[in-house]
């Protein structure tokens, strides 16, 4: 049964078959090839697999994020970002990496982010000398932060897998998010020392003034959020809802660039997002719970633990599992289905599942840009309209470069831990 389930799995993923028919397709041929269950139970765990608490706070994200980036606020970010760093030797790059750390904030979506920045930024990069594949590599790989800076949707997705609070998670996401960040700035710093890079004329202090007042009305989304869940004024869910009724308040009386049109564009964008997601969710619920009937978590538990006898080792162990995985799979589906193979193991072994949230979620960060299927890599294709065979390449060192900020994350599990214990002691 298990190896018909997982090579059916396989074949249907090689074969482009979409994730969610693949998913339900591989339990029902195993149900009825070996069990005496009725099909039927597959839709029974499919709703049930999306009746979650913690599932409620996605749709507002997503349709939040949506209005963000049509009212006008992700561009006010952009504009006070390079006002602020512009001015130094590879200022553009340093605003690209650190306005897609703020936008991943307000977004939580990671090909998201590469396709709003990419739009704007890009062809700015090529304009001021920048080289084409270190631009698209920047855009494609910083990006990826989204997936871990708060509020990001597959923390939720993780949270809810693994019945981990999250509130704590997002508190986790914030510091590590940044170390991971801080990664792509020291590269950034690194590169700009050895080319000549453009240089922009600085920003005058009456204009970094306008851009601030200019932008003040975006940068109050992610301290709303975050400063009301961690103040314990609304849970997630409510702060989901909040940056909703927020984000139209500005795009609609503030700033004024969202019309009636472009609203019911938004929701038809937002509820086609929302669909794709949770048809996905409840698949890999589906899939998951019928790994338990078939005792796969059991029998991996007993493999790991007589074989892995370190949470160092584990955890290495993890890096390379999620790796891979995420070279070939949605972070979404891969959380939902190693999550709760993982997470009775990290308990046994003493670590965090904070910490293990925030490791797994980091390394398929880097599966979202890595080759062959990564998807940031083919929304950086769209945006860019440079070949795959230029963009590869050119993410090759980016790839590096986050792998170190994943280990430091790893290893040093304050950097997830520390912020959480701060509010929760």
Not at 130 to 141: D, E, N, Q, R, V
Not at 148 to 163: E, R
């Amino acid at each position: 049964m298990t190896t018909l389930l997982i090579c059916t799995l396989i074949a249907a993923l090689f074969g482009s078959i979409p994730i969610f028919i693949a998913l339900n397709g591989a339990v029902l041929l195993s149900i009825i090839c070996f069990t005496s269950m009725p099909p039927m139970v597959i839709i029974q765990k499919a709703f049930g697999g999306i009746d979650k608490f913690a599932l409620m706070s996605m749709p507002f994200f997503i349709f939040a994020a949506n209005v963000m980036d049509t009212g006008g606020l992700s561009r006010r970010i952009l504009d006070w970002t390079r006002c602020l760093v512009g001015s130094k030797k590879g200022g553009l790059a340093y605003t690209t990496q650190v306005t897609c750390m703020v936008f991943g904030a307000l977004c939580g979506s990671s090909p998201a982010t590469v396709v709003a920045m990419g739009k704007l930024l890009y062809p700015e990069l090529v304009r001021e000398g920048y080289p084409k594949g270190f631009s698209a590599g920047l855009i494609t790989s910083a990006g990826s932060v989204a997936l871990i800076i708060p509020p990001s949707i597959t923390l939720i997705i993780y949270a809810a897998a693994t019945g981990t609070s999250v509130g704590s998670l997002f508190m986790a996401g914030i510091s590590a998010g940044v170390v991971y960040g801080l990664a792509g700035v020291v590269y950034i710093w690194i590169f700009s020392r050895k080319h000549d890079l453009a240089v922009s004329e600085p920003s005058s202090w009456s204009e970094i003034w306008t851009k601030t007042k200019d932008a003040v009305w975006s940068l109050m989304v992610p301290v709303i959020i975050l400063g009301g869940i961690y103040m314990g004024v609304f849970t997630p869910t409510e702060a989901a809802g909040i940056s909703v009724v927020y984000s139209l308040f500005v795009g609609i009386f503030i700033y004024r660039e969202i019309t009636m049109e472009k609203l019911y564009h938004v929701c038809l964008r937002s509820a086609v997002t929302c669909a794709q997601v949770l048809i996905l969710v409840a698949a890999a619920q589906t899939f998951g719970w019928f790994l338990t009937v078939a005792r796969i978590p059991q029998a991996v538990t007993s493999a790991v633990v007589a074989n892995v006898t370190s949470p160092w080792m584990f955890l290495a162990m993890i890096n390379v599992i999620l790796l891979i995985v995420g070279m070939f799979m949605e972070g979404i589906a891969a959380i939902i289905i190693l999550a709760p193979l993982f997470s009775p193991i990290a308990s046994g072994m003493g670590i965090d599942p904070l910490h293990l949230g925030i490791v797994m979620v980091a390394n398929l960060s880097i599966g979202n840009f890595t080759p062959p299927f990564g998807l940031n890599l083919f929304v950086a294709n769209g945006v860019t309209g440079l070949p795959m065979s230029e963009i590869i390449p050119a993410v090759g060192r980016f790839i590096l470069v986050s792998f170190v900020a994943v280990l430091v994350i790893t290893y040093v599990p304050a950097i997830s831990t520390f912020l959480p214990r701060l509010v929760y002691p």
